[in-house]
């Protein structure tokens, strides 16, 4: 109970006090993650972090395929552009080849209500102002109770749980990390659709270490390069 009840504690220290916006990614340029499924890699996701006075524009790029006796049975390959002026989110899009299936999603901010339109392959409409993409390199999704994909722009609602610290050795570094779980909200969703997912960001810089989660296999990302 008293594990439990510090858990709770932390949690709530970390998602309102010392998580706040992406400032606190100011000295990263680029961020590189290879791609395992069943402990074998498949690909790369990166970063590429542009800053031109007051905005930033984060460019990524996300590359792998799965093969078996050298014949291609998937693969994916998507490009995206995530904009913030003086911090704050201006906008994103992205297009995506997901096994020859194109998707893709446009999001603005209206200059009225400050809320986000979406122009996507699965949603089309507006969403609330405090909602993330989800890109999972900005640790601030922790505290949402919603996040866009960044394929298809379906909305997608949340729970989020902190399950503790943990240690995460990666090649030959050790990272002191905090574990979440993100998970969805919906139970009426598909198994396909539901997100089930545990995140490791560093304790003292908020990097996203890694990710893990089940899909017809094993998936981690683990992080490889940081500038």
């Known amino acids: ?14 998602s309102f006090e010392t998580f706040s916006h992406v400032d606190h990614y100011a000295k990263y340029n680029y961020l590189e993650y290879e791609l395992f499924r069943n402990n074998k890699p498949i690909g790369y996701h990166k970063y590429d972090f542009r800053r031109e006075g007051k ?6 790029e996300v590359s792998f395929k799965i093969t078996k006796l050298g014949i291609d049975l998937y693969k994916y390959y998507a490009t ?7 911090g704050v989110f201006s906008g994103f899009k992205s297009e995506t080849n997901q ?5 893709y999603v446009n999001i603005s901010v209206d200059k009225k209500d400050k809320n986000l339109v979406i122009d ?4 089309k409409g507006k969403a609330d102002k405090d909602i993330i993409i989800g890109t999972w390199w900005n640790h601030e999704i922790v505290q949402k109770k919603a996040q866009i994909s960044a394929v298809s722009g379906r909305i997608i609602e949340q729970k989020v749980k902190f399950l503790g610290k943990e240690d995460v050795k990666i090649d030959d570094k050790t990272y002191k990390t905090l574990r979440f779980n993100f998970s969805s909200s919906d139970p009426s969703l598909s198994k396909d659709k539901k997100l089930n997912t545990d995140i490791w960001y560093e304790e003292d ?23």
């Open 120 to 123: 996507g392959s699965s949603y």
């Open 205 to 227: 810089t908020y990097l996203w270490v890694k990710a893990a989660f089940e899909k017809t296999g094993y998936w981690e990302y683990r992080i490889k390069d940081v500038k």
């Open 99 to 103: 096994n020859k299936k194109e998707k």
């Open 55 to 60: 905005n930033l524009t984060i460019y990524n």
């Open 1 to 14: 109970m008293k594990k439990l009840l510090l858990s709770i504690f932390i949690f709530y220290s970390i």
């Open 80 to 86: 995206g552009q995530e904009q913030y002026i003086d």
